[in-house]
């Protein structure tokens, strides 16, 4: 198929498209957006698409799987959107409720426990906890990604023992 030939195609499933993408975002801004980046998916990655399969397939799942990580994205950066007057949220003081005694008691002993692992486990399991990815550990750190892995899987096991023993 020639990229005109796809271009044309591709063309003629804007309308569906644009539905489907309104049934997922609910808002007719966000689907165009989503709209706009599936056509360019689409034709950034034409090569991959196989002669004579089903092209409205295809692109239905290039824009279901943008749609799934733009929202997990969203939901990793947990933006706070405050539309009240005077940003009363975002002005509110961030200790709106009092921490339970023991509760302080406990995180201070996880701490204690994390601090007492080994180096080599200690510092790729805080990356992990502070929002790395394995992925940025491993690069961060000039480690490959199954050493991080398994890095991180023993000081769990080992925190879980010790949490075990002193709880």
Same mark, same amino acid.
């Given at each position: 198929?020639?990229?005109?030939?796809?271009?044309h195609q591709l063309v003629g499933l804007e309308r569906n498209l644009t539905k489907f993408a309104l049934s997922l975002t609910s808002n007719r801004e966000e689907a165009k957006d989503l709209l706009q980046e599936t056509l360019l998916k689409a034709i950034i990655n034409r090569e991959q698409f196989v002669n004579y399969s089903n092209l409205k397939a295809w692109t239905y799942t290039i824009m279901k799987n943008t749609f799934i990580n733009r929202y997990r994205q969203t939901v990793r950066q947990n933006n706070i959107l405050d539309s009240t007057k005077n940003l009363y949220?975002?002005?509110?003081? @961030? +200790?709106m409720y009092d921490i339970?005694?023991?509760s302080n008691y406990a995180i201070l002993e996880i701490n204690k426990l994390i601090d007492g692992l080994e180096n080599e486990y200690k510092i790729p399991f805080k990356l992990l906890l502070e929002g790395f990815r394995y992925k940025e550990i491993s690069e +961060?750190? !000039?480690? @490959?990604? !199954?050493t991080v892995k398994s890095r991180i899987f023993f000081a769990r096991k080992s925190l879980m023992e010790s949490l075990n023993e002193n709880f």
């Open positions: 198929m020639t990229a005109i030939e796809f271009n949220f975002l002005n509110q003081s @961030r +200790k339970a005694p023991d +961060k750190l !000039g480690l @490959r990604l !199954g």
